[in-house]
């Protein structure tokens, strides 16, 4: 395996436990992550690396931040997704977050299914489009707390990496 698939494997596992433990990325470790993100570019490309690295961590950041302005998605999800598209590229990027999204939608609708509340889940899903379009204005789509319908995203992006390290896409 190279050093590029174990970096973003490590990283991405790395969130994953900050996620669960301080339900939060922190951003010490993802300005860690920029840097070896970085490193790695100028390493491994020389000049061309600086392009790879910029894009790689721009295209995440603009493609996710309407999710964010509506608060379906968090800003440590976010960045991670830069921290590893600084690593990737751009296009590789764009593939591990169709993935990620995928597997999210999969064990999101797994998830509610289980617990019983998927209808009340749709329900509230609808009402805030609604409210949304009636108002105009935008409140968070995610509680903060430990609630049951808070969804650690970092979960889907390692899944989502692993798929990609070990060559299914």
Known sequence: ???ELWLVLVISGIAVLMDFLLERVVNGFIC???VLGLYYQIRTCSARGMMIY???ILVPFFLLLPLFYFRMLG???IKLFCVLGSILGYERIVRVMVCSFFLGALLSFAFL???GNL???CLYFFHYLYQYGRTGQHSPYIKKG???ENFHFTVPVLL???LYVGGFY
């Open 113 to 115: 299914i289980s617990c």
């Open 160 to 162: 989502g990496v692993m």
């Open 146 to 148: 430990k609630q049951a």
């Open 1 to 3: 395996m190279t050093v």
């Open 32 to 34: 860690m992550g920029l």
């Open 54 to 56: 910029v894009l790689g």
């Open 75 to 77: 800003a440590g999800d």
């Open 119 to 121: 209808k009340e889940r």
